[in-house]
């Protein structure tokens, strides 16, 4: 049974860091990419960036470049996402998604792209 779980959320101050995981289980990372979403109520879930089968290629919408980074350890199942430098409108819901297609950079960001979602994890960015 495939299953994804995201932990590591919760408050941080403007300019902080915080570090998201995305535990994995029934299926080898390996084989999937692994996608990170937010939203926030009222609005559109939102692509943040991307892990691609191969580990070695990352994708992240324009707003997060250079702030955010996305690794794995298949060795733990997990994805992380590195999140830095952040700021009050990085507060949402943060999801994990998992897709055994390898995304290229034009469609990793559309969540009907992805089989398998977790639950999400509250993160408020906030003084």
């Known amino acids: 049974q495939v299953q994804v779980v995201e932990s590591g959320g919760g408050l941080a101050q403007p300019g902080g860091s915080l570090i998201l995981s995305c535990a994995v289980s029934g299926f080898t990372l390996d084989y999937y990419a692994i996608g990170w979403f937010r939203q926030v109520p009222g609005k559109e879930r939102e692509g943040v960036g991307c892990i691609n089968l191969s580990g070695d290629d990352t994708y992240f919408t324009e707003s997060v470049a250079g702030r955010f980074l996305i690794s794995r350890d298949t060795t733990k199942h997990t994805v992380y996402l590195r999140m830095s430098s952040l700021k009050p409108e990085d507060t949402a819901v943060y999801y994990c998604?998992?897709?055994?297609?390898?995304?290229?950079?034009?469609?990793?960001?559309?969540?009907?792209?992805?089989?398998?979602w977790g639950q999400g994890t509250q993160v408020t960015v906030s003084p």
């Open positions: 998604a998992a897709d055994g297609a390898a995304k290229s950079n034009s469609w990793w960001m559309y969540p009907s792209e992805y089989d398998y």
